[in-house]
C-alpha cells in the first residue's frame, strides 16, 4: 500500500451494477487505475476489501433500504469527498419514479404481503436525500470517457468537469436536424449533456438517461411537445423514466396545480 496514493472507496447501492460494472470495462486502463489509486473497497472486483478512511468514495444506486440508509452514512463519515456515481445515486433512477404512495403499491403487485427478513424498503431516493454530497457524475451508466476524465482530474487533484448544458447544446453544435421537426418527440432540451448528443446524432431521440440539465424548465417542455400533439400520457413516462424524484415532484405540483 502507497501512503501517496489517493485511498478509494466504490460501493453499489440499488441499481443494475452497471456504472460499477462500466468501470470494470476499461480493460486497457484497469490496471493503470489500481495502480495509480488505493482501490481499498470495490466488491466487484476485489475481496479483500478495508472499511477504513477514504480520500474519495463513489457511490452508485439509490438508497431503497434502511440498511442502505446506514450504509450511506457511514461511508459519508469516512469519505473527505463523496461523489454520486451514475444516475441513480444521482437523481434517485428508475426505481425512484414514483411518488411516495405509487412505490408502496407497485412494491406489492410484485411481492404482495411477503415482507423483507434482513432490512426494511424505502422510497427508492438520490443519495443526497439523506448525506452531503461533494460531486455528481451522472449517466445511466456512466459513460467510460467521461469516468476516465474524471479519475484522472480527480488524480490530479484538479475539479472535475461538469455538464451543465442540455443536450441540445451539443447537439446544435453537431448540426443535427432537430427531431422534435420531424414529430419526434425528444428530451434534449431538459437533459444535462455529458453524452455529445450522441442519440440525436444517429437520429434517435433523447430519452433523458443523463438525468435534469442544471435549470431545465419541464414545464415548457410538456407543453412543447403536447402542442406537437404527442400523447401526454406517453410523455409523462418518457419524462419521468430517468429522472427519479427530480420529474415525479414536477408532475405531483403539476397533478395539484391543473385540478
Ligand atoms: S445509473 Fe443506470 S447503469 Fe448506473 S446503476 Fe443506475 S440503472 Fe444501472
Ligand atoms: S433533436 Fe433533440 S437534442 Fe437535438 S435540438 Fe432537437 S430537441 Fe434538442
Ligand atoms: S442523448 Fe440523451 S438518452 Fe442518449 S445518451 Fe445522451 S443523455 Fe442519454
Known sequence: MNKDK?????????GCAGCALL?????????????AADIQSFLMVKSDNIEGELDIALVEGSVTTENEIEELKDIRERAKVVVAFGLCASVGGIQARFGNK??????QKIYGDM???????????????????????????????????????VLKG??????????????????????????????????????????PNHNLP????????????????????????????????????YSGTKLAEFFEQFKKESK
Not at 431516493?125 to 448525506?131: F, G, N, S, T
Not at 451539443?170 to 432540451?189: H, S
Request: charged fraction near 25%.
Open 6 to 14: 489517493l485511498k478509494i472507496g466504490i460501493y453499489e447501492l440499488t
Open 23 to 35: 468501470i470494470t470495462d476499461c480493460e486497457m486502463e484497469l490496471i493503470d487505475i489500481f495502480n
Open 102 to 107: 405509487e412505490w408502496k403499491e407497485n412494491y
Open 115 to 153: 415482507e423483507m427478513t434482513h432490512t426494511k424498503p424505502v422510497q427508492s431516493k438520490p443519495i443526497d436525500a439523506y448525506i452531503d454530497v461533494d460531486l455528481y457524475l451522472p449517466g445511466c451508466p456512466v459513460g467510460k470517457e467521461q469516468f476516465l476524465h474524471f479519475f484522472t482530474r
Open 158 to 199: 484538479a475539479p472535475p468537469e461538469k455538464y451543465p448544458r442540455p443536450v441540445c447544446v451539443t447537439c446544435k453544435y453537431n448540426e443535427n436536424d432537430c427531431l422534435l421537426n420531424k414529430g419526434i418527440p425528444c428530451l434534449g432540451p431538459l437533459t444535462a449533456d455529458g453524452c455529445g448528443s450522441i442519440c
Open 206 to 241: 433523447c430519452t433523458g438517461c443523463w438525468g435534469p440539465a442544471e435549470g431545465a424548465n419541464p414545464t415548457s417542455e410538456y407543453f412543447l411537445l403536447k402542442e406537437k400533439g404527442f400523447d401526454i400520457e406517453a410523455i409523462k413516462k418518457r419524462m419521468s423514466n
